[in-house]
């Protein structure tokens, strides 16, 4: 059958038919990848504008994190001023006992027996060294000696303390002597001091 011994309107049909069939393969085939090609391109815009939003926070909490860090900074360096400065914790155990014997003897009380403490085993920026004493004297030596504790420049804990009083049987006339036992501890520094 020749196309031109078909009538017009059938012609018109067969094009109807063919744009149909068109219709049908572009709406089964090509439609599907239209549509996730859309999602595909939704999800990634999603994403995009979570990154725009965290980079829009982290540039808002810079200025945050700098003075927190600033701060930081100056409380490490504040509190370096107040530790002792030696190369090792032997020295600076032995530093911090004779600003403890020194103490005590300004203040007018008897020292005993003074045993270094420190902890080796962990290495840190600080490092903690104690010294545990026992001192005797009256009340009014006890509390000068532990007064001064806060007028030295290394800052100082006191980590124990016992007090006892040392004759019950005393009269009335002798002074009151007590007996102090304490740990005081202090922070190092370690290699801040001169060779050795």
Same mark, same amino acid.
């Given at each position: 059958?020749?196309?031109?011994?078909?009538?017009?309107?059938?012609?018109?049909?067969?094009?109807?038919?063919?744009?149909?069939?068109?219709?049908?393969?572009?709406?089964?085939?090509?439609?599907?990848?239209?549509?996730?090609?859309?999602?595909?391109?939704?999800?990634? %815009?999603?994403?995009?504008?979570? &990154?725009? #939003?965290? $980079?829009?926070?982290?540039?808002? @909490?810079?200025?945050? =994190?700098? *003075?927190?860090?600033?701060?930081?900074?100056?409380?490490?360096?504040?509190?370096?001023?107040?530790?002792?400065?030696?190369?090792?914790?032997?020295?600076?155990?032995?530093?911090? %006992?004779?600003?403890?014997?020194? &103490?005590? #003897?300004? $203040?007018?009380?008897?020292?005993? @027996?003074?045993?270094? =403490?420190? *902890?080796?085993?962990?290495?840190?920026?600080?490092?903690?060294?104690?010294?545990?004493?026992?001192?005797?004297?009256?009340?009014?030596?006890?509390?000068?000696?532990?007064?001064?504790?806060?007028?030295?420049?290394? &800052?100082? #804990?006191?980590?124990?303390?016992?007090?006892?009083?040392?004759?019950?049987?005393?009269?009335?006339?002798?002074?009151?002597?007590?007996?102090?036992?304490?740990?005081?501890?202090?922070?190092?520094?370690?290699?801040?001091?001169?060779?050795?």
């Amino acid at each position: 059958m020749k196309w031109g011994a078909v009538s017009k309107r059938e012609r018109v049909i067969v094009m109807l038919g063919a744009i149909a069939i068109g219709g049908m393969l572009f709406s089964s085939r090509l439609l599907p990848q239209w549509k996730s090609s859309i999602g595909e391109g939704r999800s990634a %815009a999603a994403e995009a504008k979570r &990154a725009v #939003a965290l $980079a829009r926070s982290l540039i808002a @909490a810079e200025k945050w =994190l700098h *003075d927190s860090a600033t701060a930081r900074g100056h409380a490490y360096i504040d509190l370096a001023a107040q530790t002792l400065t030696e190369r090792s914790l032997g020295a600076a155990g032995a530093e911090l %006992a004779e600003l403890v014997n020194g &103490a005590a #003897a300004d $203040a007018g009380v008897r020292v005993g @027996a003074t045993q270094v =403490l420190s *902890d080796t085993t962990r290495r840190t920026a600080f490092q903690q060294v104690a010294v545990r004493t026992a001192v005797t004297g009256d009340i009014s030596g006890l509390v000068r000696l532990f007064a001064s504790f806060e007028e030295i420049e290394t &800052a100082l #804990a006191i980590r124990e303390l016992s007090i006892t009083q040392m004759n019950v049987a005393a009269g009335d006339r002798e002074p009151e002597m007590l007996r102090a036992e304490f740990t005081v501890a202090a922070l190092m520094r370690p290699g801040g001091g001169p060779q050795q």
